[in-house]
Structures are given as structure tokens and as C-alpha cells.
């Protein structure tokens, strides 16, 4: 079950290499507006939005006559500094959600656990595969985005490449479909859970 609450953010964030906007509903339906300047992020954020039924709406502009890395890792700060604000003090939520997802030939878990301290697995990107890339966008920089995400969201997230083919664009999408399906499920709230889920009394 999702809050009733209004757990909503909107983020802005200007450097001199990036320009971003953010506005996501966590309580949402899975729309979602992306441009981002990096079409293969727009695409894996666009499921990312659908499957995790967060309405997300993005603009972004960057120095991508460079390269796409101060806009991919800014993109992933934006989002995880949305996701804590719209979460506030993370009352009743479910805190821990898993996902297993398969795309073809690709095979994805990700365990999450919103603990308040930021961890990603990096074993995922130390494949041999790890250089192939589709419209110039890996894996590397799927785990880029997630750890900007991460440091600005403060979870453990673990994400075990499970099976993998040839086809990199299923692996990575199978990435950000299971991501979104495990965040949805500890993100929910749970009516059981009364207060902050940690014997801290805070996360």
C-alpha cells in the first residue's frame, strides 16, 4: 500500500556544467517527461518511472560536447536528493524491497535497504562486459548513476548481475526495471509499522 501523504519534491540543481530540474511524485502512476540530453538515459529513466509507478518529470542540460558523465552523475544526485526530500523522515515505509527481473537474455536482483547509509555493490560492473556500450551509454555508467543516487539517498542497494548475454541494452534495462521495483516496495507503506522502522528511532 502507497501513503496517502503528499510525498512530493522538486529539486534544482546549476553548476557550470550541468543545468537540472526534477519533480517527482512518489505516490505516483508511472508517468513520466525526460529529457536529459542522453537519449538511453531518458529511455531507462522513462521505465524507471513506469515500473516503479513514480511520476517523474526531468529536464537537463549539460556539457555533453564533453561527454555524458557530469550530466549522467548529476542526473542520479538530483534523483536521490528527490527521493529523500519527498521521504522526509521515512515514517511507515517498508524500508527493504527486492526485485528479480528478467529481459531476455539478462538477469537482474537488486535488494535495497533505505538505512540512512549510503552503499552500492560495485562487483556488478567489474565484468568483462562492462565496456561494451549502447549509444555510448554502459555499464559503468549505470553504476555511476546509481552511486550518485545513492550518496545522495542514503541506502544499500546490492544488484547482482545474475545472467547476461550479448545484448548489453537488456542488461541495463533489466538494471533500472528491477532498481524501480525494489525501491516501490520499500518505499510503500506499511500499515503495521508504526513510526521510523529502525530501533534507532531514526534512519
Request: net charge positive; glycine share 6%.
Amino acid at each position: 500500500m502507497k501513503s496517502s501523504k503528499n510525498r512530493k519534491a522538486k529539486i534544482v540543481r546549476k553548476t557550470h556544467e550541468t543545468d537540472i530540474s526534477i519533480v517527482l511524485d512518489v505516490d505516483g502512476r508511472g508517468k513520466s517527461k525526460i529529457k536529459t540530453g542522453i537519449p538511453f538515459l531518458d529511455h531507462m529513466l522513462t521505465l524507471f518511472s513506469k515500473h516503479g509507478l513514480f511520476d517523474l518529470e526531468i529536464k537537463a542540460r549539460g556539457d555533453l560536447d564533453v561527454d555524458m558523465h557530469h550530466t549522467n552523475e548529476d542526473v542520479g544526485i538530483c534523483m536521490g536528493q528527490a527521493f529523500e526530500k519527498a521521504l522526509a523522515d521515512k515514517k511507515g515505509i517498508r524500508r527493504f524491497g527486492e526485485k528479480t527481473v528478467p529481459m531476455d537474455d539478462a538477469l537482474v536482483r537488486v535488494v535495497i535497504d533505505i538505512s540512512g547509509r549510503p552503499f552500492i555493490n560495485s562487483q556488478w560492473s567489474d565484468k568483462p562486459y562492462e565496456t561494451r556500450d549502447v549509444e555510448g551509454y554502459n555499464l559503468e555508467y549505470a553504476r555511476q548513476f546509481f552511486q550518485a543516487m545513492v550518496n545522495k539517498f542514503p541506502m544499500t542497494m546490492n544488484v547482482s548481475i545474475l545472467s547476461a548475454g550479448p545484448d548489453m541494452h537488456h542488461l541495463i534495462e533489466a538494471i533500472f526495471k528491477s532498481a524501480a521495483k525494489a525501491l516501490d516496495e520499500a518505499t510503500q507503506i506499511d500499515p503495521r509499522v508504526k513510526g521510523i522502522p529502525s530501533t534507532k528511532g531514526r534512519l
